[in-house]
């Protein structure tokens, strides 16, 4: 299989599904803008709402490097 390298990546905005895939078939990294504004968590979660759903429960913390996940501790 031939890939063909790309000097830029290319941006897609809230795609469907059908969009995405045939970007994705591409073989090209893209970024996708806007996939998460219609999130609950973007919207409602506040530190009350979190205080009130999560109360003082230890939270897991992750951090992403290298393709691994390492844990940091507890929030």
Not at 8 to 36: G, H
Request: net charge positive.
């Amino acid at each position: 299989m031939k890939i063909q390298a790309s000097k830029s990546i290319s941006k897609i905005k809230s795609p469907s599904t059908k969009q995405f895939l045939d970007i994705w078939k591409q073989y090209q990294p893209f970024l996708i803008e806007d996939i998460a504004e219609h999130w609950d968590a973007c919207h409602n979660w506040s530190n009350d709402y979190l205080i009130n759903h999560c109360g003082n429960n230890m939270v897991p913390q992750y951090l992403c490097q290298n393709k691994s996940m390492k844990r940091e501790g507890a929030l």
